[in-house]
């Protein structure tokens, strides 16, 4: 049994906390443009819980160079955050449950494949930075989800073992990710329908249904 002196839940940011679909759909779109490349919702869905240097050879079907695929993620992402102040909002009851964890004494951090200065900002925007432990991004690991590394690069930060955290996400690469680091997963049907989702722990369509008493009980499980 997991030992429950000190807990932690782990964030994912986009579709989690911040609901930024809009936000990066529209930066998606602006760089398409610009570059004359084909995008869709399609393409928009599949980048979902990727890293940058996995979506930009993916999207341009062939093999780019590290300095080209920072060139255009920086590129994107500036697009991004000059959208974000306008186009992104707070998930329901986001904030109500960091605030709630935290007031519950259980650590808390962030575990997003998204780059520094994106899930900075969207901690600024939510006004949440100070409730959080460990802040873990894209720029923080090499490779992007399923890869568990980002997530064990965080429960590493909080100097906690994997078995007592707990990964919020919305994805399914990021669920994978939260899996293969051997921690208990929870699944928000904000991006994905449930039977995508089959593999988590456990299934929420809205944040309001997860409690402190349900993370202690799930990690008791």
Known sequence: MTNLNRIAVIFDMDGVLLDSMHAHFLAFECFAKKHRIEFSETHFRSFFGLHNREIFPLWFNK???VSEIEKYAEEKEGLYRTLAP????????AVDLVKHLYNSQIDLAVGSSGPRKNVHLALEILGITKYFKSVS???DTEQGKPDPA????????LNISPSACIVVEDSVAGVE????????????????PADKLSKAHRIVNSL????????IELLRS
Do not use: C, Y
């Open 177 to 192: 990710a939260a899996l293969r680091a051997e921690m208990r997963v929870i699944a928000l049907t904000s991006s994905f």
């Open 63 to 65: 093999k780019l160079n």
């Open 86 to 93: 306008s186009q992104v909002a707070p998930i329901p009851n």
């Open 150 to 157: 980002i997530f064990l690069h965080a429960a590493s930060r």
């Open 208 to 215: 309001s249904e997860i409690t402190s008493k349900g993370i």
């Open 137 to 139: 991004t894209g720029d």
